[in-house]
């Protein structure tokens, strides 16, 4: 089992940031891939950004540009940095641990940008 915890979310207006936070619990983070997705009311959810052990990364379009996604393997912690957010930005966001078949999920946090 591998319990993960979001943070960093609350309400902002168009143009700032936020830093989300995914703290995990499992001894052998540094193997896991770690993803952010994100689901806004009415919509599917959608992978935001994802960070791979060695370091690869992939974003969606959509946030290319505004968003870096890194790891700090010694805190067991993937960030998400969130620049230039648009009111089409809010939804919950959720991380996501990846090992083989496996994929474990964090509680989410909320992200509300105003216009």
């Known amino acids: 089992q591998v319990q993960l915890v979001e943070s960093g979310g609350g309400l902002v207006q168009a143009g700032g940031s936020l830093r989300l936070s995914c703290a995990a619990s499992?001894?052998?983070?540094?193997?896991?891939?770690i993803a952010w997705h994100r689901q806004a009311p009415g919509k599917q959810r959608e992978l935001v950004a994802a960070i791979a052990s060695g370091g690869i990364t992939n974003y969606a379009d959509s946030v290319k540009g505004r968003f870096t996604i890194s790891r700090d393997n010694a805190k067991n912690t993937v960030y998400l940095q969130m620049n230039s957010l648009k009111p089409e930005d809010t939804a919950v966001y959720y991380c996501?641990?990846?090992?083989?078949?496996?994929?474990?999920w964090g509680q989410g946090t909320q992200v509300t940008v105003s216009s």
């Open positions: 499992t001894s052998i983070f540094s193997i896991y891939t």
């Open positions: 996501a641990a990846l090992l083989g078949p496996r994929t474990y």
